[in-house]
């Protein structure tokens, strides 16, 4: 066995435990697919099996992988090669209904909408992350290591004029061992057999934080209910998944609605700072929300339990930020439910503080009709324990117009993220994309409407608008480069800390606030010392973990029960393997010079007296 190089690929990360791996890796001979009809290689006529099998996109489909998957036995594991530019068709391997059983409408309550029975919100989706495979998948860059791979394959593993190749073959072992098994339940259930000093955790719930800040400040010791207190929440969703592991840039369906509310956050620091509106705008990022709404479930939890500074009570009313990126003929459109609509006033009035901001900018806002249910929102969460006034605003009527939602091709090119060519990176960071400047229109949209829906007055007087520079910088860190000088600035570079960050630097410095942050700041011209400050803001952290696994009821229907596996290092390496008859021939031979070895040691240590003894002399014998 010789080796030729080694590789380190991006495993598959599916958050239930559907890849099983060998722990000590899979080894499977190369076969590059060509087309979906040489999957009979593959899967029959192939005469070395197991194979691991290089696909091209445009074969990662779902009918190419559920033919592998049902042919199991013959593949030893799948590296698909990402494609340089986004493919043409659609491609989502999420399911065509979005977080179906943990949404607001179920059989209790407008069955007629439940499992998207009157819209199907992602018509591409074709359920791939949600499939059991036997086998690890790798995602591969199309760069000089996946060349090697196929260079490999072509002079050793092609088949010519209809024969088999001939010994060596090229072969690859995948390296992708996770530790958890089954479900959930068994997992965590595994997790508590501790009859070890050191007990294997072997997965954990699947969590992160939601961040959260307020436009005056809130007291975080006292939770619970706050007679004087009216809230008018501000959401967007912090998370966004994909079928591989780290290659998630949710473009489309998470990154554009985060920064819009961001960007939306800083044009109103200085109105709600000097004039101040009767209620408090609680601005709310949710981490996890793909996996059947993990952060906005838990705040909904710690409200109705007194957990979280506020409760149910003190919403006035919701405003979500959902997918915006895509808007067709600038238009965006007005979400809600009968359920938000049971206080019209309040409910009417957020509509028309939404349409009248669109007015001014110069953008058109249609209102979805009531024959429609609400498009998967966190602000399902919230109307499932109380009648909540809200709005969520998208950039589709009815279906998503994402054509690529959970896949790793909802990134920059989609949202059309683009630079000339003769920029530098500061310059590229500075640039003002035509999405980034369609995102301020919308951030501006939202900014003057939840100023209203506060209580505030002469929203066009107080020049309540977003930057658009901001906007860009934020595109640009979160989809083409994060390590800029200004992420540098900060002072962390873990996702959630970092947007926690962000959310201080452009909410800050307001007076009366308790909570710091301290900020790496820039560096001066000519030195590498940068000057740190403090940032003072409400901007806080909340727990984005599923009360399921607070109540250990870890088959629940109410809440999200996702957990994700502990893992061993991911890598794999390429190397030729001989035939199995001159493996076995080898071995033989082998076998033979050890038993030949053993019978001569034998034969030699029981005659060693006569072999290895020499005369010896009379005991008289004198020098």
């Excluded at 809600?336 to 349409?355: A, H, W």
Aim: hydrophobic share 40%; glycine share 6%.
């Amino acid at each position: 066995m010789s080796t030729l190089g080694e590789f380190y690929l991006v495993l598959l990360l599916t958050f239930v435990f559907w890849i099983s791996a060998s722990l000590s890796g899979n080894v499977g001979v190369v076969h590059v697919l060509e087309s979906e009809e040489n999957l009979e290689w593959v899967l029959s006529s192939g005469p070395h099996p197991p194979y691991v099998v290089i696909l091209d996109s445009p074969l990662f489909t779902r009918s190419v992988m559920m033919k592998l998957k049902n042919g199991s036995r013959r593949v030893a594991g799948i590296a698909v090669v990402a494609p340089n530019a986004n493919p043409p068709e659609g491609f989502s391997p999420h399911t065509t209904c979005p977080n179906e059983n943990t949404g607001v409408y179920s059989e209790d309550y407008d069955p007629i909408f439940a499992h998207c029975n009157i819209t199907v919100w992602n018509p591409l989706g074709n359920g791939l992350s949600y499939e059991e495979f036997d086998f690890p998948i790798f995602s591969l860059k199309d760069d000089n290591e996946t060349q090697v791979i196929r260079q490999c394959y072509l002079d050793h593993n092609r088949a010519a004029n209809g024969t088999a190749p001939q010994y060596p073959l090229c072969a690859i072992e995948l390296f992708s061992h996770m530790s958890a098994v089954t479900d959930t339940a068994t997992c965590m259930r595994r997790n508590d057999i501790n009859f070890s000093i050191s007990p294997e955790i072997v997965c954990d719930p699947l969590g992160d934080y939601n961040v959260w800040a307020s436009t005056r400040p809130l007291n975080n010791t006292a939770k619970g209910h706050k007679m004087w207190e009216s809230v008018v929440i501000a959401a967007a969703r912090l998370d966004s998944r994909s079928f591989f592991f780290d290659i998630a840039p949710g473009a489309e369906s998470g990154v554009s609605g985060f920064i819009t509310l961001l960007a939306a956050a800083h044009a109103l620091r200085n109105a709600t700072q000097q004039a101040p509106p009767n209620r408090t705008i609680l601005y709310t990022l949710f981490q996890g929300e793909t996996f059947d709404y993990i952060g906005s479930s838990r705040m909904v939890y710690d409200m109705q339990n007194n957990q979280f500074a506020v409760d149910l009570n003190n919403v006035h009313s919701f405003l979500e930020i959902g997918q915006v990126g895509l808007r067709s003929d600038s238009k965006l459109w007005l979400h809600s439910d009968q359920l938000s609509r049971k206080n019209t006033s309040v409910n009417d009035e957020l509509i028309e503080n939404l349409q009248s901001a669109a007015g001014r900018v110069g953008i058109s806002v249609g209102e979805v009709g009531f024959s429609q249910p609400l498009p998967p929102s966190s602000f399902q969460r919230f109307l499932r324990a109380k009648p909540i006034p809200g709005v969520v605003i998208e950039d589709h009527q009815s279906a998503f117009t994402n054509r690529f939602y959970a896949s790793m091709y909802d990134n920059a090119e989609y949202l059309n993220v683009s630079y000339p060519s003769n920029l530098t990176l500061e310059e590229q960071l500075e640039w003002v994309t035509d999405t980034a400047q369609a995102l301020t229109e919308v951030a501006t949209i939202v900014a003057q409407a939840l100023y209203k829906q506060a209580g505030g007055q002469d929203v066009e007087a107080r020049g309540i608008t977003a930057d658009p520079k901001m906007v860009a910088r934020m595109l640009y860190s979160f989809l083409i480069r994060s390590n800029n000088s200004w992420f540098q600035q900060l002072h962390s570079s873990e996702p959630t800390l970092l947007v926690q960050y962000l959310l201080a630097n452009l909410t800050g410095s307001t007076v009366n606030m308790y909570y710091y942050m301290w900020v790496q700041g820039a560096a001066p011209p000519n030195s590498t010392e940068r000057e740190g400050f403090c940032t003072r803001s409400t901007v806080r952290l909340s727990k984005a973990l599923s009360p399921a696994f607070e109540l250990r009821d870890y088959t629940s229907k109410e809440y999200s029960t996702w957990t994700e596996s502990r893992w061993k290092p991911f890598k794999g390496r390429i190397f030729l393997v001989a035939s199995h008859d001159l493996e076995m021939l080898t071995l033989g031979i082998g076998i033979g010079v050890l038993l030949t070895s053993l019978l001569l040691t034998y034969i030699i240590s029981s005659k060693a007296d006569m072999l290895f003894s020499s005369g010896r002399e009379p005991t008289n014998a004198t020098y």
